[in-house]
């Protein structure tokens, strides 16, 4: 069965360093998304892209965030300058249409020292 | 704003023992819902969805859902849990103007004892 991947599993960076974070959604999907998961809560939406363009984002998704689809098949998200509370999970997500479900990826850990 | 509650955090059970892990939302609009499970260090599994049509669905391992829509719930049931059910457990809510996006709830933590 087709998956989600992402890419690393585990990122470890210095406050106000760069991080990239990278995603191969399924081949026929259309819809990419990102969520984040704070060690113990719940899961944050953070942006939803379709058609090539950001079709939502959250509060959370301030200008330090941006997503891009670089070629036909990644999807990554950087974080320009990172902060301490950006230690999170990082889930990738795609779906083939909306509304439909989401398939997740197994996240990217960012750990933030 | 739509969102949604899970009323337990913690759910304790024996295994072999029924369970139900409470799910409410909130929204003035049609809504699609879903169950997630999520295995220790692993991504969202999808176990099963309501996007129309009857309201009781069954999803993988075992478990299904009823969706309530005067109770605005969507409680997630199996008849018989196994140690292996142990998982956190998030119920989401999209709306169909709002793309694909999905809010989720809290979670509930699901223990099954031996």
């Known amino acids: 069965e087709p998956e989600v991947t992402q890419t690393p599993s585990h990122q470890v960076t210095q406050m106000g360093q760069e991080v990239i974070l990278r995603c191969v959604p399924i081949s026929n999907h259309l819809y990419f998304y990102w969520y984040r998961q704070i060690l113990g809560q719940k899961v944050e939406f953070l942006v939803s892209f379709y058609n090539n363009e950001i079709s939502e984002k959250s509060e959370i998704f301030d200008d330090q965030f941006s997503v891009e689809r670089p070629d036909g098949s990644n999807f990554t998200l950087k974080i320009r300058s990172t902060k301490l509370e950006d230690s999170a999970m990082y889930f990738c997500?795609?779906?083939?249409?909306?509304?439909?479900?989401?398939?997740f990826g197994n996240g990217t850990r960012l750990t933030v020292t | 704003a739509q969102s949604v509650t899970q009323l337990d955090s913690q759910v304790p059970v024996f295994e072999e023992a029924p369970v139900e892990l409470r799910c409410n939302y909130s929204?003035?609009?049609?809504?699609?819902l879903f169950w997630y499970v999520q295995y220790p260090n692993q991504g969202l599994q999808l176990l099963l969805k309501y996007l129309s049509g009857s309201t009781l669905v069954k999803g993988i391992n075992g478990f299904e859902a009823e969706f309530n829509k005067s109770q605005t719930s969507f409680h997630l049931r199996k008849p018989s849990v196994h140690i292996s059910d142990t998982a956190e457990y998030f119920c989401?809510?999209?709306?169909?103007?709002?793309?694909?996006?999905?809010?989720f709830g809290q979670g509930t933590e699901l223990s099954v004892k031996p």
């Open positions: 929204s003035s609009v049609s809504v699609y």
């Open positions: 989401a809510v999209g709306r169909g103007n709002q793309g694909g996006k999905l809010i």
């Open positions: 997500a795609s779906s083939e249409r909306a509304p439909s479900p989401l398939h």
